[in-house]
């Protein structure tokens, strides 16, 4: 099981003695290590699928990975000791994100955290409200700064009472404050925020021990994609699950970290080197991606910054075509041009829609994009925003979802129970609310409590009931009927498309519901898909026969049409955090830079490359240099960008950008500059100087013209 691989990375692929670290550049087959490696593992070393778990970063890196994986064990047998000749059950694999993994293990160990299997996933919105509330204030800034903080001290393993214990100054006490409402309010709607998903698994670990053992010896290969990106939590999680035996291959690039902004820390990558003395590090030099041209480029960018590691990149690619910079009046003209060069571009090269990606810094940036390829009916998916998921319509069907799955579910509750409105008005939710609040229980309970008739009069009362009786009779089917059919009568039931039509005009109506239909039909395939089905599967090989307790029919992949729908809530939930849908139909790809890695395109347009945007300028103000640290992440993240690209690279820049009403007249980015610049040896003795001329010739020669 190791065709197509050069020797450093038929190394990696078979290095089993102990914990091992491929550490290489973009492009350099770093993935492929990693699956290729779970075939042998399967193939050649007897491992079961369910023994093993692969983790990574994005929802689309993971489909991505699930697929290549899958296209290497078509038609190959377990070499498990008993078990020889059996085709292999791909779906008992874990191949999936950390957030999805991390879902998996509290779903599992519920119990011991004190929350139910189907707690609520809050999503970013959800949790604004939460500390909005808390800090009673409008100003979004401080909000959201609060929101932060809390989100780096979970992301640290600090509890709150250490946060409190620690404050400095009046700032960090309210914040810290503000944290201890905030898991104490999280924990009373039985929810979990995005960094629960991680941090929670990992105290869990930590605390219990025979709830740890369960779980190494569950999981026992553990491969890590993109691991320069791991944070403190997510990094003690891996520790904590390879335990003693440090069965586990961690690839990696530190010229593409991130996600610093999200806690994650290059110190990971020395960090292992010291906790696993043992730890053997291969590097890989060839690219396998990129033109010579692209490799040229993005080797000249990240020349620009300190190196933690010595690493070369190399490509026989051939030069490849030019890369071409363009600049543009506006946004609305760089998104028309690239457009129609794109259109252009496909025509010449009779490519498909799906071979272009349009890159960007910001998610800000997606809207006109998407609006002139409406306009040119040329297809596209967005990926890297939420937009889909964000959409007023998708909320309301999924706050139904959760609540069904968790009634203590609060915020799920108010926006359920007042969309489409029921008669129920604000003053009756407020006596409901701060009824409950007293009473210590959730929004839901307080409906059947006894007490509740002398806040509220039984017209108040009425409606209130039925709705949650509604609810209830939904879950109770949602335990034992497909996800199909509980949809369905979900929907029959709130009258949405009416709902719609009342309240918006008929084209916006039209629009949503066609957004709700696609959603419907989105969750009825995932429904009957055993996505991230391995963790389930190697929790119940465990007690019985592997194969036959998933309760999925292995012979072609598919899941059993019966996956239940309270399994699917907690799925959407990641899918809306986790940069978008994973489906892949003939359509250009539009992406933020992030939510791009991993991931390879044969054609990229990489926009908006301008001072402020790519490097983005972050808090700081506009006459103030962007500080050394945060340039460096953002040279990172152009050389993300540029190695995306496989065949042709082109980048644009606007000469002016509306900014809040205003115009700002733009200057190209930086990195162009140092893009395109090929690092001239210094001239030798012998040799003159090199003539802005010679300079200029070298430049074009590097950009093919
Ligand atoms: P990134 O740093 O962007 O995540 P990576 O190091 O993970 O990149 P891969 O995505 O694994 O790189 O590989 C890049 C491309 O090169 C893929 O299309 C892959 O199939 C191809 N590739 C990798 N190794 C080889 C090889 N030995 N022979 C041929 N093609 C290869
Ligand atoms: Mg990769």
Not at 116 to 122: A, E, G, L, N, V
């Amino acid at each position: 099981m190791s065709a197509g691989l050069n020797s450093a990375q038929n190394e990696g692929v078979r290095y089993l003695d102990g914990p091992c670290l491929v550490l290489a550049g973009a492009g350099s087959g770093k993935t492929r290590v990693i699956t290729q490696k779970i075939a042998h593992l399967i193939v050649d070393k007897g491992f079961e699928p369910r023994h093993i778990a692969a983790v990574t970063f994005t929802n689309k890196a993971a489909a991505e990975m699930r697929e290549r994986v899958a296209k290497l064990l078509e038609g190959q047998t377990l070499s498990t000791p008993g078990k020889e000749g059996r085709k292999v059950p791909v779906n008992q694999l874990t191949v999936c994100t950390f957030h999805s993994l991390g879902v998996q293990i509290l779903r599992k160990e519920a119990e011991h955290l004190g929350l139910k299997p189907q707690f609520s996933i809050m999503d970013s919105d959800d949790c604004f409200a939460m500390v909005q509330e808390q800090l009673a204030t409008t100003d979004k800034p401080l909000i959201r700064r609060v929101q932060n903080t809390i989100s780096l001290w979970k992301n640290a393993l600090v509890l709150p009472e250490q946060a409190l214990a620690n404050a400095q100054n009046e700032d960090e006490h309210v914040a810290a404050m503000v944290y201890r409402n905030y898991v104490a309010t999280l924990h009373a709607y039985q929810a979990v925020d995005f960094d629960d998903l991680i941090r929670l698994p990992a105290e869990l670990f930590e605390a219990n021990e025979a709830v740890r053992d369960r779980w190494q010896n569950k999981l026992r290969y553990l491969l890590i994609d993109e691991y320069q990106d791991t944070n403190s939590c997510q990094y003690s999680l891996l520790k904590l699950l390879a335990g003693p035996r440090a069965a586990f291959t961690a690839v990696g690039d530190d010229d593409q970290a991130i996600y610093g902004w999200r806690g994650a820390t290059l110190e990971n990558l020395k960090q292992l080197q010291i906790d696993f003395p043992k730890l053997h590090v291969i590097k890989l030099e060839q690219n396998y991606r990129s033109t010579v041209r692209i490799l040229t480029a993005a080797n000249n960018v990240i020349a620009k910054n300190p190196k933690l590691f010595e690493k070369k990149l190399w490509s026989d690619h051939g030069m490849g075509d030019s890369i071409t910079v363009t600049p543009a009046n506006d946004e609305e003209h760089e998104a028309e041009s690239v457009v129609f060069r794109l259109s252009a571009h496909k025509f010449e090269r009779r490519a498909q829609f799906r071979d272009y990606a349009i890159l960007y810094r910001g998610n800000f940036q997606a809207r006109i994009f998407e609006q002139v390829l409406r306009r040119e009916r040329i297809p596209y998916v967005l990926s890297g925003g939420t937009s889909f998921f964000d959409r007023a319509e998708i909320k309301d069907i999924c706050a139904y979802l959760r609540l069904i799955a968790n009634h203590d579910d609060d915020p799920a509750l108010i926006r359920a129970i007042t969309t489409p409105k029921r008669g129920i008005g604000n003053v009756t939710l407020e006596a409901l609310g701060s009824f409950a609040g007293q009473a210590k229980v959730s929004l839901f309970e307080a409906v059947y409590m006894g007490g509740l008739e002398a806040r509220l009069s039984d017209r108040q009362i009425e409606p209130m009931r039925a709705f949650c009786d509604f609810i209830q009779r939904l879950a109770a089917r949602a335990e034992t009927d497909p996800a199909t059919t509980v949809l369905d009568d979900m929907m029959e039931g709130i009258h949405y498309e009416a709902y719609l039509y009342d309240a918006f005009d008929e084209r916006q109506a039209q629009n949503k519901w066609s957004n709700v239909l696609e959603f419907l039909d989105w969750l009825k395939k995932k429904g009957t898909r055993p996505e991230a089905a391995g963790v389930d599967a190697a929790v119940e090989g465990e007690r019985g026969d592997g194969d036959a307790a998933t309760g999925f029919d292995t012979s072609d992949g598919l899941a059993d049409t019966g996956k239940n729908l309270l399994g699917l809530i907690q799925t959407v939930a990641l899918m809306s955090m986790l940069e978008g849908r994973d489906e892949d139909p003939d359509a250009v790809r539009l992406s933020t830079v992030h939510a791009s890695k991993g991931l390879e395109y044969p054609h990229v347009f990489l926009v908006g490359c301008e001072e402020g945007i790519m490097p983005h300028r972050g808090g700081s103000d506009d006459d103030e240099p962007i500080d050394d640290a945060r340039i460096e992440e953002e040279r990172r993240l152009m050389y993300v960008a540029i190695t995306r690209a496989q065949r042709s690279l082109q980048l644009t820049y606007c000469k002016k950008r509306k900014r809040a009403r205003e115009t700002i007249v733009c200057e190209p980015s930086r990195f162009i500059q140092e893009m395109l610049l090929d690092e001239a040896p210094p001239p030798s003795a012998d040799e003159a100087p090199m003539t802005p001329k010679d300079r200029l010739a070298n430049l074009k020669a590097l950009l093919g013209g």
